[in-house]
């Protein structure tokens, strides 16, 4: 671990290496993911392994697929939670859902949706503002693994009671509980919300643009590219987008260096919220 850390041309080789073992099993290329975050990710996975070297997490990622799979997973980081940043979801109630109403089916898009928390909140929006019915969502991610939990729509009784409070923050009407399915130690998405949303798997960096959409939401999952991947991702964003459509990204992400740039105007300078005019 002590020279683990240190970026050594010797350490970058290993690291590579590492991810090529990833690749050549799951079929995730993170070759395009900025190396800084990577870094830190497989550093983690080696204090968590207990192991001290590269050499010593890359002879156990070959011999076991366990730890290979679980540093598959470090890498894929799954971090996400209903109503994160409450302001930002009372920004698109109050920005975007007027808009969203205009239009008899409107479209929305969670990219990057991982295990369905950020999905589960614009559904709750949704229905809160009478408006779920006759919308359609798609929701993907590169993880299959993560896209098959958030398509299963359970969440542990614990992270429903730690959104309460946000989602009051973000004007939410009714308290969250008595949206979902309770069951013991957990609750569930209602099935029928669920019937409007396709799920699939989907990646930014090398998958077309499949629709054009009224709504996208790709939130915390630029920040970890590399910078071209980073504007590959924006391009397919931006054609994915019909004029006026709004595309949402994470706090601390932004559409600085993308080509396209000018043909967006902030709706919500600090909630990340851009409405294409082009
Ligand atoms: C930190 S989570 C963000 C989850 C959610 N958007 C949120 O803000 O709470 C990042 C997600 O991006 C997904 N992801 C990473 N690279 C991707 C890619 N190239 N295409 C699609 N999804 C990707 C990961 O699998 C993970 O589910």
Request: hydrophobic content about 45%; glycine content about 6%; some cysteine.
């Amino acid at each position: 671990m002590r020279e683990a850390g240190v970026r050594t041309a010797a350490n970058e080789r290993l690291l590579d290496e590492l991810l090529q073992a990833v690749r050549a099993v799951h079929g995730e290329d993170f070759s395009a993911y900025r190396r800084e975050y990577l870094w830190r990710r497989v550093c983690r996975r080696l204090e968590r392994e207990g192991l001290r070297t590269l050499e010593e997490l890359l002879a156990r990622a070959r011999a076991d697929p366990a730890v290979l799979l679980r540093l598959r997973r470090e890498l894929m980081l799954q971090v996400t939670a209903m109503f994160r940043d409450p302001e930002f979801y009372r920004a698109v109630r109050e920005e975007v859902v007027p808009w969203l109403r205009t239009y008899p089916r409107p479209c929305l898009w969670v990219a990057g949706c991982a295990t369905g928390e950020e999905l589960y909140s614009y559904l709750v929006l949704l229905h809160e503002e009478g408006l779920l019915e006759r919308t359609r969502l798609y929701a993907t991610d590169l993880d299959a693994e993560a896209l098959a939990q958030a398509a299963a729509g359970v969440l542990d009784a614990p992270s429903l009671a730690e959104a309460q409070r946000r989602h009051l923050q973000a004007g939410g009407r009714r308290p969250l509980a008595d949206h979902f399915h309770e069951a013991v130690g957990s609750a569930r998405v209602p099935a029928e919300w669920l019937g409007n949303v396709v799920f699939s798997v989907h990646n930014l960096i090398s998958d077309a643009s499949f629709q054009q959409f009224h709504f996208i939401s790709c939130r915390n999952v630029l920040m970890y590219l590399d910078e071209a991947a980073r504007r590959r991702a924006l391009a397919l964003l931006h054609e994915s987008l019909v004029p006026l459509g709004v595309l949402a990204l994470g706090n601390g992400e932004s559409l600085l260096g993308f080509s396209r740039r000018d043909d967006y105007v902030a709706l919500h300078p600090l909630e990340m919220l851009y409405r294409r005019m082009r």
